[in-house]
Nanobody, 120 residues
Framework: QVQLVESGGGLVQPGGSLRLSCAAS????????MGWYRQAPGKKRELVAD???????NYIDSVKGRFAISRDNGKNTVYLQMNSLKSEDTAVYYC??????????????WGQGTQVTVSS
């Protein structure tokens, strides 16, 4: 059993910053990729950023230069630092991890989602 718990969402003014965190717990053997997705009202869920086990990162164009993804393997945690936030960044943000459990099972795990609202 694996669980992801997110934190750090909230209300922020345009131009402000937020830092999201997502910690995994349970019977974890290793975690390959970690990522952040978001879903705005009436839109499909989209990948915002991801990071491989080798720390290679990938971002959608609209957040390049503003967001930074990082991971702490010792804590099984992924972070998303969001700067220069815009109203169009408003969405529910979900973390995702590809996890191999101690039992040798592959799990594509999701967090519960955290609301980010950018508004004056």
């Amino acid at each position: 059993q694996v669980q992801l718990v997110e934190s750090g969402g909230g209300l922020v003014q345009p131009g402000g910053s937020l830092r999201l965190s997502c910690a995994a717990s349970g019977s974890i053997f290793s975690i390959s990729s970690m990522g952040w997705y978001r879903q705005a009202p009436g839109k499909k869920r989209e990948l915002v950023a991801d990071i491989t086990s080798g720390a290679r990162t990938n971002y959608i164009d609209s957040v390049k230069g503003r967001f930074a993804i990082s991971r702490d393997n010792g804590k099984n945690t992924v972070y998303l630092q969001m700067n220069s936030l815009k109203s169009e960044d408003t969405a529910v943000y979900y973390c995702n991890m590809v996890i191999w459990t101690v039992a040798g099972l592959f799990t594509n795990a999701w967090g519960q989602g955290t609301q980010v609202t950018v508004s004056s």
